[in-house]
């Protein structure tokens, strides 16, 4: 009996208490509940992959909305600034249309008070050649018989 023989007696006896205290067993179980929290960890994260994939998609759909949104701001904005650019421009056609009519009327009318102004001015300066004319050359009688003729006229004229 030397110390090989002990030692393996010591040997069977170490692995007797450890199966009959269940220790693989209990290794067993160990290493099977950290395989399932490995597990459980990896398929929280696999989920928590697809949330974010989900919120991902869901992010680049709002921003092309958003994108296109702008867009139609921006294509709404330049029509109405072109309407409102065609609308001043049509007003200021109409304000210098009506300007340039009313400048013509008023140019009309000058026109016709001048030639008014010169035919009154022209009858003045008519009947005084005339009474120059007649005062040397009519009697008096002759003179006085014309003006009551001439009153008659403008009468006549007037009615």
């Known amino acids: 009996m030397d110390a090989t023989f002990w030692a393996t007696i010591a040997l069977l006896i170490f692995i007797g208490v450890v199966v009959y205290m269940k220790v693989p067993a209990m290794i ?59 609308d001043a421009h049509n007003k200021t056609e109409e304000y210098v249309a009506r300007r340039a009519a009313l400048a013509e009327l008023k140019i009309g009318q000058a026109e016709r008070e001048a030639i008014n102004e010169v035919r009154a001015i022209a009858v003045d300066v008519a009947t005084e050649a005339a009474r120059k004319v007649l005062a040397g050359s009519l009697d008096e009688k002759t003179s006085a018989q014309l003006f009551q003729d001439s009153l008659k006229a403008v009468e006549t004229k007037l009615n």
């Open 28 to 86: 067993a179980k160990a290493l099977d509940e950290r395989a399932a929290k490995i597990r459980n960890e990896l398929e929280e994260a696999q989920r928590l992959r697809q949330e974010a994939q989900q919120l991902l998609t869901e992010f680049q759909k709002r921003r092309k909305e958003a994108e296109k949104e702008a867009a139609e701001m921006v294509a709404a904005a330049k029509r109405e600034s072109d309407a409102i650019l065609e």
